[in-house]
């Protein structure tokens, strides 16, 4: 391949993935934006926040918004707004992780059942049906009680949990495009199966991995945070939308809700942000299939 | 398939024993110091010095027979502590599925049927309330109506049945925020689907009263996948339910299963989890077989997923 | 016959559909699919409704049945028995259902599958006419017999996915005749079957018709089939009529060039041929017609300038009518074209 081609060939991704964010219409352009936003927060937050998020001062604890500090402090008199910023990062990026690698890991058991069928196919989708007895968070609780509290047991035992149903939706998929006649031209052809599956059959299940990892997203950051609330994720102090929650719950009941509502109020609008933008490129993948 | 999973799931419960980092006794033990006896008890209790197969199936046998070992922090009997909570969880998971069937259900039949301002505004708010996780719910609810209007208590249990019932109000429909949002929007989504149906039409096209074709064919083919839905949401009320009662300082399996966690009692964890999992499979056996009665092109077996 | 018959009786005619105009959703807008349709049906008289995919005759059907779409657009009249029927609401509505009967294309798909086929069959019965659940079922089981079953009681037991489907057709066939209609509206029910079952169910089909007495549209893309078994046949052409004759003069003697095309397009099992005569070009939709003209003229071997000034209207010729500008002129040259 000449090196024009080549270099068209990696351009047609992306501004086919622009093009098909373009038409998922506002919501989903919308929801892009605040998708963004927040990863923007998870990567720069720390370099973000106007004050130090750590920092506690008891005499502060609970005091009100003032000018510069819009938010308030928290339970232990530190800067709400700064300590959001910071907690983004393991907010966003814990279900990053286990988007990646459950649909990675997922894409991979999918495509091999899907391409040799029969015995392997058997074994995969009988595996996959034994680990869907798992629920996600539950996973998590008996891999914090074992191998201890914190974000990467709990973001490899949702991984492992959500892997079946992820699995089993690309393995659907999969199956379609095996049956497709170029795939049998290129068999003939004497194509090596790996370069198949590789250059043609992911690639065409693409917009429903996309859309799926999406949607993964919104149930890994509500299971990943409910984790961290329960005490068993991201350890207090450390900044975390989950944690924050955890930390300033009793600041409800004493009259002062606003730490740990701004907090849930993060968790939810970038959940509803992926759960538009995901049904949206769901819709899309069905109708290209047709 | 199912009891296979089931098989398998209690064999990884036990295995986390082996799998925590230190020996089978420093597991058990938490890494607390034991008095000295304690060691030769302990291996006895649990055949550590067996084969590894042999010991899962003491450990497994054990389960059947209700013994689920001693909790290491409260020195009690493991399957006491959880007789005297599962009723909490279970009047919580109940009171949730009924929230969900009865309103998520309802609204998704209404706005399904019916195009229209109704449906536009179900669509919104049921997106919405599928976003906010329990313990978000749980902590907006407890400041509106615990603190602000004091119609419900904010935490704990009560005492007697009135009592309960007032206390896991806001935790029910913390528990069932989510759940309500999907059922009711994949309740609505079967509706339309079922509608457009020609078997509607052909109903249609006799005559039928616009109730009898509602009635004996578009709901009643939804009924298939929201029966589904309704079951795999109802199931992973199971585990969620843990959260809830955190935050509600309920009394219940799952925030006692949260505490040994945090405190490494691995025989609590193995035991709670044993029975959740289980609780979880028997729900979506149920599920199956909801599902076959409904529809007569599914046999018992056969892989519908 | 179209045009001022209204001197006739009401019941000399038994549906009388005029300047039916209909328009869709198709894409977002509203088009016309059907332009001013017009069609009799008399008593007991089986009328064809010919034409290719697209030229409207689904929704011809539909329209009649009260069956189209939300949303949709109907001009023009459609009178049953005297009584006009788009106004028709509520028990009137449903009262006109059990008089009219519809035979759809793929009996798979409109039957509910999670309903016994017994009680596919008496649901209307039941819910609409106030018949007692056993003797529906009594009659059901006697239909299923006129239709071919031997065993009707216990197809009654079974669900639509235990059945082929030539024989869910034939259910189709013994449910709509079971309200006792006085007019069938068959719309191509015989299309997606297999060519022997094909000939099962039709002959059938006839013959319960004329044993019944009941009048029938019969919607087909084949011609030859529906000069088989209808009286007269329309064709039609992007959502026009182009074409009302006697079945039996339609062969040797059609008014329309669409007509003779179509008829020349079929292979013959008696002759031998170099090629395929097919028509060129596709068949359009009424929306797509170019419009202020005859639509069928690019396509047609004998057009000329006067068929590209204006849409034709419908001319009487020797009993039947046809839509062709130049029809008179054209007069015994169509067929011979064809042949040739």
New interface residues.
């Given amino acids: 391949m000449s090196a024009v081609s080549t270099a068209g060939a990696a351009a047609r991704p992306w501004s086919r993935g622009l093009a098909s964010l373009r038409a998922t219409g506002p919501a989903g352009v919308a929801s892009a934006v605040v998708i963004a936003a927040a990863m923007f927060a998870a990567a720069f937050g720390p370099l973000l926040a106007p004050y130090n998020p750590d920092l506690p001062n008891l005499s502060l604890a609970w005091a009100g918004p003032t000018g510069g500090h819009l938010l308030g402090y928290d339970v232990e008199g530190r800067d709400v707004l700064s300590r959001l910023l910071a907690g983004a990062q393991t907010a966003m990026l814990g279900p990053l992780a286990v988007v990646i690698l459950s649909v990675t890991a997922g894409t991979l058991l999918a495509v091999t059942a899907a391409w040799r069928r029969g015995a392997s196919d058997a074994v995969i989708?009988?595996g996959l049906?034994?680990?869907?007895?798992?629920?996600?968070?539950?996973l998590a609780?008996?891999a914090?009680?074992?191998?201890g509290?914190g974000l990467p047991a709990a973001a490899i035992a949702l991984s492992i949990a959500y892997l079946p149903y992820i699995a089993?939706v690309l393995r659907g998929a999969a199956l379609r495009e095996r049956s497709q006649p170029y795939v049998a031209a290129l068999e003939v052809q004497g194509a090596p199966a790996a370069s198949i599956c590789l250059r043609h059959v992911i690639p065409n299940i693409g917009p429903l991995i996309a859309a799926q990892a999406t949607i993964l997203f919104?149930s890994a950051m509500?299971d990943l945070?409910?984790i961290s609330?329960?005490?068993?994720g991201v350890q207090p102090p450390a900044a975390n939308w989950?944690v924050m929650?955890?930390e300033n719950?009793v600041g409800?009941?004493q009259?002062y809700?606003l730490p740990?509502?701004a907090a849930?109020i993060c968790?939810?609008t970038v959940?509803?942000a992926v759960?538009?933008l995901g049904e949206r490129l769901f819709d899309q993948a069905r109708a290209a299939r047709r | 398939?199912?009891p296979?999973?089931?098989l398998?799931?209690s064999f990884?419960?036990f295995a986390?024993l082996y799998?925590?980092?230190g020996s089978p006794i420093a597991?058990l033990s938490g890494g607390r110091p034991l008095p000295p006896g304690s060691v030769q008890i302990l291996e006895q209790r649990y055949h550590l010095n067996e084969p590894f197969l042999a010991q899962y199936w003491y450990w497994l046998d054990n389960a059947l027979h209700g013994n689920l070992g001693i909790s290491i922090t409260l020195r009690e009997n493991v399957s006491t502590l959880i007789a005297s909570r599962i009723w909490t969880t279970a009047g919580l998971v109940l009171y949730a599925s009924v929230i969900i069937v009865v309103l998520g259900i309802g609204l998704g039949v209404v706005s399904g049927l019916r195009p229209g301002a109704l449906d536009t505004s179900a669509l919104v708010v049921t997106?919405?309330s599928?976003?906010?996780?329990?313990?978000?719910a749980a902590?907006?609810l407890?400041?509106l109506f615990?603190?602000k209007l004091g119609w419900f208590p904010?935490?704990g249990n009560g005492t007697g049945f009135a009592s309960n019932v007032r206390h896991f109000t806001l935790p029910a429909v913390a528990l069932a925020t989510?759940s309500l949002g999907i059922v009711a929007r994949v309740t609505r989504a079967s509706v339309r689907q079922e509608g457009d149906r020609e078997y509607v039409q052909t109903a249609v096209s006799r005559g039928l009263p616009a109730r009898a074709v509602i009635q004996r064919h578009i709901v009643r083919n939804a009924a298939i996948p929201i029966t589904t839905i309704t079951g795999i949401t109802i199931?992973?009320l199971?585990?969620?339910s843990?959260?809830v009662e955190?935050?509600f300082s309920l009394n219940g399996l799952g925030s006692y299963?949260?505490q040994?966690?945090?405190t490494?009692d691995?025989a609590v964890?193995q035991g709670i989890?044993l029975v959740?999992?289980t609780a979880?499979?028997v729900v979506?056996l149920l599920v199956d077989v909801l599902c076959a009665m409904l529809d007569p092109r599914v046999t018992l077996g056969s892989?519908r997923? | 016959m179209s045009g001022p018959a209204a001197a006739s009786a009401p019941t000399s005619v038994l549906l009388e559909v005029e300047h039916l105009t209909v328009l869709l959703d198709v894409d977002g807008a509203k088009r016309a699919v059907l332009r001013d349709v017009s069609l009799t049906v008399r008593p007991g008289e089986a009328v064809g409704l010919v034409g290719e995919s697209g030229a409207g005759k689904s929704v011809t059907a539909r329209a009649i049945d009260r069956l189209l779409p939300r949303g949709a657009e109907v001009q023009g009249s459609i009178r049953f028995a005297g009584a006009d029927v788009g106004g028709l609401t509520g028990a009137d509505l449903r009262r006109y259902h059990s008089q009219v009967a519809m035979i759809f294309q793929d009996p798979r798909a409109h039957t509910n599958p999670v309903r016994r086929i017994g009680d596919f069959m008496t649901e209307a019965l039941r819910t609409n006419l106030g018949v007692p659940a056993a003797e529906a079922r009594r009659r059901a089981v006697d239909m299923l017999t006129q239709v071919g079953f031997a065993d009707g009681a216990r197809r009654l037991r079974q669900y639509p996915h235990q059945l082929s489907g030539g024989m869910l057709q034939r259910v189709m066939i013994a449910a709509a005749l079971l309200t006792g209609p006085r007019l069938l509206l068959a719309d191509e029910p015989t299309t997606a079957l297999d060519v022997t079952t094909q000939a099962e169910v039709m002959a059938i089909l006839d013959g319960l018709r004329r044993a019944c007495g009941l009048a029938m549209l019969f919607i087909t893309h084949d011609l030859e089939l529906a000069a088989a078994i209808c009286d007269r046949t329309a064709v039609m052409y992007a959502g026009q009529i182009v074409e009302i004759r006697a079945s039996a003069l339609l062969h040797g003697d059609p008014l329309h060039p669409y007509t003779a095309a179509l008829a020349a397009a079929r292979p013959d099992v008696a002759r031998t041929a170099h090629r395929l005569r097919a028509i060129p070009g596709r068949p359009l939709s009424a929306f797509e017609a170019p419009p202020g003209q005859c639509a069928f003229a690019p396509r047609c071997p004998h057009a000329s300038d006067i068929c590209r000034e204006a849409v034709p209207g419908l001319v009487q010729l020797d009993g039947g009518v046809s839509r062709c500008a130049r029809a008179g002129e054209l007069r015994g040259q169509l067929q011979a074209a064809a042949d040739g």
């Fill in positions: 989708s009988s049906d034994i680990v869907f007895a798992f629920p996600g968070i539950l609780v008996l914090a009680a074992v191998f509290a089993r919104g509500i945070a409910a609330f329960l005490g068993l989950g929650i955890s719950q409800i009941v009259g809700p740990a509502l849930g968790i939810v959940v509803i759960n538009v | 398939m199912l296979a999973s089931l398998v799931a990884v419960i986390a799998l925590a980092p597991a997106a919405v599928a976003a906010i996780p329990a313990f978000v902590i907006v407890i400041m615990a603190v904010a935490l989510v199931a992973s199971i585990a969620v843990a959260v955190v935050a299963l949260v040994a966690a945090q490494k691995l964890v989890s959740l999992v979880f499979v979506n892989d997923r």
